[in-house]
């Protein structure tokens, strides 16, 4: 019997520091991403649905006495203003933020051994909280991975116990993506990574699992890295 956590999106970035940070706490990570560790395009809901049908979750999960799933891997694209948006990168943002995150988690709390005990973390956004123009597919994303927190917190299912954390302003390749797009509030994002008020990947990573770590993680469903003080 081993710790066994799943993280998606953890080739780089944020995703990178908390499956670091996890295997350096003795939790054998499960890496899903679509180019490293279990290959998987999470941006084609088919080949998520296929890969779990393979067994390769099943089989990861098996002999696991604790589970953590980090719902990590997130999308920012298409920014701009609604009526001038790619209807595919559209699909593809909400595949990857929402129907990703969904079908995973599913998937864990049915494969996993009956009374393990089961954390999930969406790792959510300010953007979910709080408009932002031009941002309305990635607000709109994350606002509804906050909902299914809640909303599986609600069930009250045997074990599991789920937050969705904002991670704060993190120094990743997705805000150096959003820096170099043109969008009304650029000008505050370029600042803040001028006068370094990001954080690191490495820093955010700590503050998320500080929170799973909690004896009352899950109390708060929708958390914010603050939260760990």
Not at 58 to 72: E, G, R, T, Y
Not at 110 to 136: C, D, K, M, Q, Y
Not at 184 to 207: I, Q, V, W, Y
Request: with cysteine; glycine share 8%; charged share 20%.
């Amino acid at each position: 019997m081993s710790k066994k956590a799943i993280v998606t999106g953890h080739s780089k970035g944020l995703g990178a520091a908390i499956a670091a940070q996890l295997e350096a706490d003795g939790w054998v990570v499960l890496g899903v991403s679509r180019s490293a560790g279990e290959r998987v395009d999470l941006g084609q809901p088919s080949a998520l649905t296929e890969w779990i049908s393979s067994g390769a979750l099943a089989a990861f999960l098996a002999d696991a006495s604790d589970v953590i799933l980090v719902n990590n891997a997130g999308a920012v694209s298409p920014i701009g203003f609604v009526g001038t948006l790619d209807p595919a990168q559209i699909e593809q943002c909400v595949t990857i933020n929402v129907t990703a995150p969904l079908i995973l988690t599913d998937a864990v709390v049915r494969l996993r051994r009956e009374g393990t005990p089961l954390r999930v973390v969406h790792v959510s956004s300010g953007a979910a909280r709080a408009a932002h123009s031009t941002w309305s597919t990635y607000c709109a994303s994350k606002a509804a991975v906050d909902m299914h927190a809640l909303t599986l917190a609600e069930e009250g299912l045997d074990g599991v116990r789920v937050a969705s954390i904002a991670p704060g302003v993190v120094d990743t390749d997705m805000q150096e993506h959003i820096r170099a797009t043109d969008f009304p509030a650029r000008d505050r994002f370029r600042a803040m990574k001028d006068k370094g008020r990001l954080s690191t990947p490495e820093d955010a990573a700590a503050k998320i699992l500080a929170l799973v770590n909690r004896a009352d993680f899950g109390q708060k469903v929708l958390a914010d890295v603050r939260d760990a003080g």
